[in-house]
């Protein structure tokens, strides 16, 4: 794929296509003889690393209907019954670890997963019938529909108590989907009920709320789910949301397609193709971004580990195949690239500067991340957080809660964040714990009702949950020089270091963490706090 360059299936590359399905099949166990023929994950069935497939890899079959359809294009016969032929070993798998209420397990043994991975299963069964239903055999078509109307039957009788946004739309998406294919009026009122209930969460500003925020890369997937819904009943609504949320998504992107994603709720690095793509054919915004987001710093579904390759794969794909039917309006300008402006974003507390020289963001609620982008050398210089490390735990500024207290001083150019810092602790499995929790799973968790409890205490425990510790911080940053004071007040007695200025990530989020060109920059400053008498710190630093 050319750096920069729009794809689609005319333009791209087709080496990287042939890499991607050779990963795909490589992935797939295609002996006919196995038990486990059909099945997409590896580490279950090669390497023998779990005790139980993840349901989620499934969706390879949605990328082999893709891969169908642009072969249908070249004439590849030979190949093109293989395919169909794997696919079909795909769906049939997928029924027989089908739980007798619908669901699927992702992650862990009676995880009994709601969005993912039922939803997402769902959005490939639907598209699946929908791309190649008609050179499907009578009994995987059959297959099809008996897997839909049991994942429909859960999900209306499941829900997340976390607010995930793009966990809703991709609810919404598929089960929509599902009502158009099979005409069932059960499935439009399920429908219906979800959008009402993704909307109620949708801001103003164009943003939808990921557990505590606004994240740039999952409101990226968002306009990629509705717009499978827009695509088929032209939702008036669905399209306001979407052009208001690529409005604002086009201030975190630089001239390169780097994604400002240390600025959003869930540190997220990944983004979705296949809405913006859509919506390139009526909105100049989402023509830009097309052309701009798939620079050099693109995260695609090659860097990504197996089990978000299988499904960020379909997502490209998807992209490509509307690429070639579509004609894409004259693109706009990026805000980075014209005149000087401020803005502040009140609801999702996020400040913009763009001067000849910088450009600058900051997400108050996150404690002041900062991102300082030099337009002279196109280097991006970051202040993600601070993190006070401690014997056995950390105290960090990246998790918002409660404490924080915010002002935007217009008059005098500053900003200023105080709050208290979060306890946050790392958590990892021993051989015990694991046996321990794999034992409890297997015993307790077969009600669906007790299987939600326990994904809702995990999620608690591993990405939402924080504890204002008794240390308070403050920052001000001025908006001239981007210089910041920070202030540190009753640092606790064990505290080893402070690190600060920089990327200091620690909030876990599945698609984060991969390695970008930026992470060679990295300029994070650590302060031996050893052996210092008193508990106040101050101190100056340049982002």
Request: glycine share 4%; proline share 2%.
């Amino acid at each position: 794929m050319g750096i920069g360059e729009s794809v689609s299936i005319s333009s791209f590359d087709q080496s990287y296509y042939d890499i991607c399905l050779k990963r795909l099949l490589s992935s797939l166990d295609r002996r006919k003889f196995s038990k486990s023929y059909g099945c997409f994950d590896k580490d279950f069935w090669h390497f023998k690393t779990k005790s139980f497939p993840s349901a989620a890899r499934q969706q390879g079959i949605h990328a082999l209907a893709l891969a169908l359809k642009f072969d249908e294009q070249k004439n590849n016969s030979q190949q093109s019954q293989y395919l169909l032929e794997c696919l079909e070993a795909g769906i049939s798998y997928l029924q027989s670890i089908q739980k007798s209420d619908g669901s699927f397990d992702e992650w862990y043994i009676n995880e009994r997963g709601w969005a993912g991975p039922c939803a997402y299963l769902l959005h490939s069964l639907c598209r699946t019938y929908h791309l190649v239903g008609n050179a499907l055999s009578p009994q995987a078509s059959n297959s099809i529909k008996f897997i839909v109307d049991k994942i429909i039957t859960h999900l209306s009788k499941s829900d997340e108590p976390e607010v995930i946004a793009n966990h809703i739309a991709i609810v919404a998406a598929s089960v929509f989907e599902a009502s158009r294919l099979f005409h069932n009026p059960i499935y439009e009122q399920l429908y219906l009920k979800m959008k009402a209930y993704f909307f109620k969460y949708v801001d103003d500003e164009g943003w939808a709320l990921e557990y505590d925020g606004v994240d740039l890369a999952y409101m990226s997937a968002s306009i990629s789910f509705l717009s499978f819904i827009h695509e088929l009943n032209q939702d008036s609504e669905i399209e306001e949301f979407s052009k208001k949320s690529l409005g604002l998504f086009q201030y975190f992107i630089d001239q390169d397609g780097l994604i400002f994603g240390t600025i959003g709720s869930r540190n997220t690095q990944t983004h979705f193709y296949r809405g913006i793509e859509y919506w390139s054919q009526y909105d100049p915004i989402a023509s830009l971004i097309s052309e701009k987001y798939r620079g050099v710093n693109d995260i695609g579904p090659l860097e990504q580990d197996d089990h978000y390759f299988i499904y960020r794969v379909c997502d490209l794909w998807e992209a490509e195949l509307l690429g070639n039917s579509i004609k894409k309006v004259a693109p706009s300008q990026l805000p980075i690239e014209g005149d000087e402006f401020s803005l502040f974003l009140r609801n999702a507390d996020i400040f913009i500067i763009n001067s000849k020289e910088h450009y600058f963001i900051c997400h108050l609620k996150k404690g002041g991340a900062s991102i300082v982008y030099s337009k002279n050398d196109r280097k991006l210089r970051s202040d993600s957080g601070l993190i006070l490390k401690l014997k056995n735990r950390f105290l960090v500024s990246e998790i918002y809660n409660d404490s924080f207290k915010t002002l935007y001083n217009e008059e005098e150019g500053y900003i200023y964040i105080e709050g208290y810092l979060s306890e946050f602790q790392q958590k990892y499995f021993n051989i015990l714990t694991q046996v321990a929790f794999n034992l409890f799973m297997l015993i307790f968790a077969r009600q669906r009702y007790l299987a939600m409890r326990i994904k809702s205490i995990i999620k608690k425990v591993l990405i939402v949950k924080s504890q204002c510790s008794r240390t308070k911080f403050s920052k001000k940053i001025d908006l001239n020089n981007f210089r910041i004071e920070l202030k540190l007040h009753n640092i606790p007695l064990d505290s080893e270091s402070l690190l600060y200025r920089g990327i200091t990530q620690l909030r876990y989020v599945p698609q984060s963490r991969y390695f970008t060109g930026s992470d060679c920059t990295n300029d994070l400053i650590t302060v031996d706090l050893k052996k210092r008498n008193d508990n106040h710190l101050e101190l100056e630093y340049q982002i």
